[in-house]
């Protein structure tokens, strides 16, 4: 089995983290690994890995062991996630999507402010959406993006909820909507449309729109370059009635979130984390001549090999290290250098990734990119890192150059 991404001793893992890390490289060697290549040949969705997944309990592993899920708070999850992407990026990534959707709702909401009997709703509501994923293996999914301002949190979501006697009506279309015709529940956000008032972003709401209720459809096609096992393909809604009780937070909370939680948005990173890492890892065998399903040619002893490796190398380090220190911090309230270098690490992971592909491409040489080898299709995952609204890797840099330059409130007029 490989080595883990994050030793636990050197890391200082819990271990609950330690054990997680273990069985999720285990089960991505057995399962996820085998399979990578016929999701990304055919573009379609990793079915049988949720399977397994249910199976194995990984669909809930967020969800409070209480209530029968593993219990992982926000760092053992991306810790898991990261090990997940080492293995396959598509399912990695989806399955990011299906999971927030318990931490957004669960040990992330514990750490907001409501009221009692507001809790105590919301509470009720998460159970039955936890019981449908323990029991039935029910998939979520987080379409946010509408290919405009919104998912980069500019403006109000045009996806609108108006409130109807047991729920809302739901109209709109999201763009980049992963799992879309394969997840359950659809865990969109949504304005409230309120009579008479402008659309604010202080009304979004967080709601699982079941995926077969009337006015639901998926539409358009899904052959991009890289991902290509998430099916993202976009998905619209027309007069759509969502019970209220399917809201996935209390209405409010989820602007609460995205201001007082802001390492929410780092969930994207895992996936391309492990995928820095597995780039990495197929070059140094590689160039060992250890890559299954390649003759065992040794290539390791060109200097130039060696230094480009040794780039490698340190780049993974720098990346790991800071991504480490961002899991870690993250939490409610989180000062303006800590939110900085969570941008720092997404940016860092998301940009390395590719890198890190790219130089491990070059290195390796012709023979490599073979679509015979993960290592071309790692190449092609870790290119869309650094496009994921909100946190893409340009946004990265507009908020780190501003807040490195401006106190809040501060103008230059
Ligand atoms: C494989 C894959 C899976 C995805 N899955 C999902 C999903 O499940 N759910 C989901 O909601 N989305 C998903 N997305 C969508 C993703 O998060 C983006 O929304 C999408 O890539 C945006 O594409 P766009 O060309 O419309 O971006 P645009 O909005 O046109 O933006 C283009 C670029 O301009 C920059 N930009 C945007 N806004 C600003 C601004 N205000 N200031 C400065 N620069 C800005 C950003 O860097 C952005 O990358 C997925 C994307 C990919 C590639």
Redo the contacts with the bound molecule.
């Keep these: 089995m490989t080595a883990p991404l994050f030793a636990p001793g050197a890391f200082r893992l819990t271990p609950q983290e330690a054990d997680l890390t273990a069985r999720a490289r285990e089960f991505g060697t057995r399962i996820l690994a085998p399979r990578a290549a016929r999701w990304d040949r055919e573009a379609s969705f990793p079915a049988e890995n949720y399977a397994d997944m249910h199976r194995e309990g990984w669909l809930g592993i967020c969800i409070p062991a209480a209530e029968g899920g593993m219990g992982a708070d926000f760092r053992a999850y991306c810790l898991v996630a990261a090990e997940f992407g080492r293995f396959c990026g598509a399912t990695a990534?989806t399955w990011n999507?299906h999971v927030c959707s318990t931490l957004w709702s669960g040990p992330l909401t514990d750490d907001l402010e409501m009221e009692a009997e507001t809790r105590a709703t919301h509470r009720a509501r998460r159970s039955a959406h936890y019981a449908g994923i323990l029991g039935q293996g029910l998939i979520y999914?987080?379409?946010?993006?509408e290919?405009?301002?919104a998912?980069?949190g500019?403006v109000a979501f045009g996806t609108t909820a108006r409130r109807v006697p047991g729920g809302f009506l739901v109209n709109g279309r999201?763009?980049?909507?992963?799992?879309s015709g394969h997840a359950h529940r659809y865990g969109i956000l949504a304005t409230e449309a309120r009579e008479g008032q402008n659309a604010s972003r202080r009304d979004t709401l967080y709601l699982a729109v079941p995926a077969d209720a009337p006015g639901v459809s998926v539409t358009g096609d899904w052959d991009?370059l890289?991902?290509r096992g998430?099916v993202?393909r976009t998905l619209v809604f027309e007069d759509v009635f969502v019970a209220e009780a399917a809201a996935l937070m209390p209405a409010g909370l989820y602007f609460q979130a995205a201001s007082r939680w802001p390492h929410m948005f780092l969930t994207l990173s895992p996936t391309y984390m492990g995928l820095a890492q597995a780039a990495y890892d197929f070059c140094v065998r590689y160039l060992r001549g250890e890559q299954p399903g390649t003759p065992p040619v040794k290539r390791r002893q060109y200097p130039t090999k060696q230094i480009a490796v040794a780039q490698m190398h340190v780049m993974l380090e720098q990346t790991k290290a800071i991504w480490f220190q961002a899991i870690t911090e993250a939490g409610p309230d989180p000062s303006k250098e800590g939110v900085m270098r969570a941008y720092a690490a997404q940016y860092s992971v998301m940009e390395n990734a590719n890198a890190i592909a790219t130089l491990a491409l070059r290195t390796c040489g012709g023979q490599a990119m073979l679509k015979s080898l993960a290592l071309e299709r790692i190449y092609r995952d870790s290119r869309?890192g650094a496009?994921?609204?909100p946190w893409?890797?340009?946004?990265c840099l507009?908020r780190l150059g501003r807040d490195a330059l401006y106190e809040r409130g501060e103008t230059d007029t």
């Excluded at 999914?141 to 993006?145: A, M």
């Excluded at 999201?174 to 799992?179: G, H, T």
């Design positions: 990534l999507m999914s987080q379409p946010f993006s290919g405009g301002a998912a980069a500019g999201k763009i980049f909507a992963s799992l991009p890289g991902m998430t993202s869309c496009l994921m609204l893409t890797a340009e946004l507009d």
